[in-house]
């Protein structure tokens, strides 16, 4: 099987048991091994006590568009660490993406930035580092 296709089996079987991610109502829009774009619209039940998105929210689809890159070769990969800094705030009907690419690829360690933007401008940045099992998605 060529990368591309592993890259979209893999996130299809990925996405398809990901109900937290459905239940926030993320959208696949490019997927390439080591490479993910996501988007989602902020709903009111996404909102804080200051009317605004909560934090977790641009997280948890940050972190979603990691999980799909880093695991688009083939390999299970988890998350070992994390990190996200919030430079804009979000509101209820906001479309936000967020671009998951890779930086760095070892044997056993992967490094992503992704960045989360709304009409083109960043909103948020994430940076996450992930630990690359031995295990493979699929046998071939």
Known sequence: MDKQTLAEKVVDTMFTNDYFSQWLGIERVKVEPGHCILKMKIRKEMLNGFSIAHGGI?????????ALASNS?????LSVETSISHTVTLHEGDEIFAEAKEINLTNKIGIYYVDITKEGNKVALFKGTVYRTSKEWFAE
């Not at 641009?58 to 990691?66: E, F, I, K, R």
């Not at 070769?73 to 990969?77: E, I, N, Q, T, W």
Request: charged fraction near 20%; charge should be positive; proline fraction near 0%.
């Open 58 to 66: 641009a997280y948890s689809l940050a972190d979603s568009a990691l």
């Open 73 to 77: 070769h083939g390999r299970k990969s």
